[in-house]
């Protein structure tokens, strides 16, 4: 498989193939409304608890607009009593996608058994996953880790607990729990999945995509449905629709960094008030990596004590414009 156009997930039809991952603390209502202005494709809201979810009556997590349509949510959890209202409530706000969150690393994720520590338990995910699927009628996806350590893959074998509990979709992101983000993704199990999942569940990549270059050879390697960008898309926003015109032979659109960041600000602003500065701190980290002479403007947001003081500084820097 390559890029592709025109690509369904069982019901939901998507312009293309390649996926905007959830990212926690990273990819919230401001962020989405930045990304959709470069990714018309699939994104999604930050993984929720399901308790949570069950629990509250609103959850600002969840907010959209129509405009971020197509998008996803993603649960966290081991309890497989709260699934079905979980997912329930979900369809009925509106999402086009459910995806299970079996990947979360961290330790306050793992203790109760959620995230990756599902992985140690592929009955209960098979339960966890059935339950879902059965709640609701929009596509049900799963998003896992290779397995807990090297001593413990599991992908394949999750691969095909997707596919009988009636999952649409599973995302290997190719590292371990204990990996966390270090290391590369191995692609190999990426193949391996893709090999054992045949067509009876899309498989979609992850892992280390930053460039189309990247996108290509992932696709060349493991022969997935589709990839999902994370980390990618916090450094370039717009990667894409530079993905979708390197395969489309088209010129790539000029970006300015500065009137994305400042795009972004305002959106910031609108959410978050005066906490919208600390939040910049957060982003602009991944942001401005890899711009020409950026440490001085890192150090001065990182500083900045109002978001007014951090929008001088991003006006006056002397930005090299690629
Ligand atoms: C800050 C951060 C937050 C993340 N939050 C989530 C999340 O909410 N749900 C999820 O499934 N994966 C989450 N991930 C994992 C990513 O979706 C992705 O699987 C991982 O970063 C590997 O892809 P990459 O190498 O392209 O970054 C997160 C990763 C990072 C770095």
Redesign the pocket.
């Known amino acids: 498989m390559s890029f592709k156009k025109d690509f369904a997930i069982g019901s939901l039809k998507l312009p293309h193939n390649i996926i905007y991952?959830?990212?926690?603390?990273?990819?919230d209502f401001a962020y989405r409304r930045l990304i959709r202005d470069f990714h018309i494709g699939l994104m999604?809201c930050?993984?929720i608890k399901m308790e949570a979810l069950v629990r509250e009556k609103s959850t600002k997590l969840l907010k959209y607009t129509k405009n971020m349509l197509p998008i996803g949510a993603?649960l966290?959890g081991a309890n497989s009593n709260v699934a079905t209202d979980a997912a329930r409530k979900l369809e009925d706000l509106g999402f086009d996608i459910i995806?299970f969150?079996c990947?979360?690393p961290v330790q306050k994720v793992t203790k109760d058994g959620s995230g990756a520590a599902m992985l140690k338990n592929p009955k209960q995910i098979f339960e966890i996953l059935k339950k879902l699927v059965e709640a609701v009628k929009i596509p049900v996806s799963i998003?896992i880790?290779l397995g807990w350590d090297d001593n413990s893959i599991v992908a394949s074998e999750i691969v095909k607990i997707a596919i009988d509990a009636g999952a649409k979709m599973i995302?290997i992101?190719g590292?371990t729990k204990k990996q966390g983000?270090s290391g590369r993704?191995n692609w190999d199990y990426i193949k391996e999945c893709k090999n054992v999942a045949k067509n009876d569940i899309l498989v979609i990549g992850?892992?280390?995509?930053?460039t189309p270059d990247d996108v290509k050879s992932m696709f060349e390697s493991t022969n997935v449905d589709g990839v999902?960008?994370?980390?990618?898309m916090?450094s370039s926003p717009w990667l894409s629709s530079d993905i979708e015109s390197y395969f489309t032979n088209k010129n790539k659109p000029n970006i300015s960094r500065k009137k994305i960041l400042l795009k972004y600000i305002s959106y910031l602003i609108e959410e978050k008030k005066d906490k919208a500065v600390f939040d910049l701190r957060r982003i602009s980290g991944w942001f401005l990596r890899g711009s020409r002479d950026i440490k001085s403007l890192r150090i001065g947001i990182n500083a900045a004590v109002n978001i007014d003081e951090t929008i001088k500084l991003i006006e006056r820097f002397n930005w090299e414009e690629e």
């Open positions: 991952a959830p990212l926690a603390e990273y990819t999604f930050e993984m993603q966290l995806d969150n990947g979360c998003k880790r995302t992101h590292r983000y993704s992850n892992g280390d995509l930053y999902m960008i994370a980390r990618g916090l």
